[in-house]
């Protein structure tokens, strides 16, 4: 429990300050530190990163989402997270903690070196740029839909990349509306994995509050960060927990 409560608080300090990235600690964490197996890793972390993610955008719902991105990017996610969890229940769960690992030294790579700082076509909504806009969003739901079905992520470490890189949100707006995507995805994606899954609900709550207080309080303390920083540290999270991910998969 001690273990579940500390991990369960950086899970919500992360998601707080960097809008997303809390599922790629706790996945891992679920298995390696609490030793559960994958298959109540993936629906435990959407229950707890879809909750934390719904506390930690309370504080950003005026101002920093982008309403009609989030609504093309989250309805896009929906039924492709059914397919990545129909697909995820076929495949050796070594393998999907590999793929994990490796999707985020992709996305960490992107956060450093592609990111942009200039209003893109989605800046100000689809309505701006519709055609522009609304295919690449779709686009971005479709892909990152799918990785929250079929690893078991609510997708905000590949959200928040996506929505600068991709569709031209500043730092600030794309982690408020990674924030709400990760919500619409997490609950779409434990609705795939819910059918014949028993929670242990000491596990999840020991995770769950501490995770809602600490993306609480980190989303109030995130805005004295610049866009700088929050990437930085967001990818150099992403690196670490790539490494953990593969040393611990490789060596059983």
Not at 129 to 147: D, H
Not at 194 to 211: E, K
Request: hydrophobic share 55%; aromatic share 6%; glycine share 14%.
């Amino acid at each position: 429990m001690i273990v579940a409560l500390l991990l369960g608080l950086l899970v919500g300090v992360v998601l707080g300050v960097v809008g997303g990235g809390g599922s790629i600690i706790a996945v891992p964490a679920l298995v390696y530190g609490v030793g559960l197996g994958p298959a109540e890793a993936i629906p435990t972390s959407l229950l707890v990163v879809g909750v934390s993610s719904l506390a930690a955008l309370i504080p950003r719902i005026r101002g920093s989402v982008n309403w009609p991105v989030v609504a093309l990017v989250g309805a896009a996610g929906i039924p492709s997270s059914w397919g990545g969890a129909a697909v995820g229940s076929l495949l050796d769960p070594d393998l999907l903690m590999l793929a994990f690992a490796a999707i985020m030294v992709i996305a960490g790579i992107r956060m450093l070196s592609g990111t942009k700082e200039s209003d893109g076509s989605c800046s100000t909504g689809p309505s701006r740029s519709f055609r522009t806009c609304a295919p690449k969003a779709v686009a971005v739901g479709l892909l990152v839909g799918f990785l929250t079905g079929l690893l078991g992520v609510g997708g905000g470490f590949l959200i928040t990349p996506a929505l600068t890189i991709f569709l031209g949100l500043r730092m600030k707006q794309a982690v408020g509306s990674s924030l709400a995507i990760i919500v619409i995805n997490s609950a779409a994606g434990f609705s795939a994995h819910a059918s014949g899954f028993s929670i242990d609900w000491s596990t999840t709550l020991a995770f769950a509050v501490p995770a809602v207080a600490g993306s609480l309080a980190a989303a109030r303390l995130a805005r004295r960060f610049r866009d700088k920083q929050v990437r930085l540290a967001f990818a150099i999270l992403i690196f670490l927990v790539a490494a953990w991910v593969i040393g611990s998969t490789v060596t059983g």
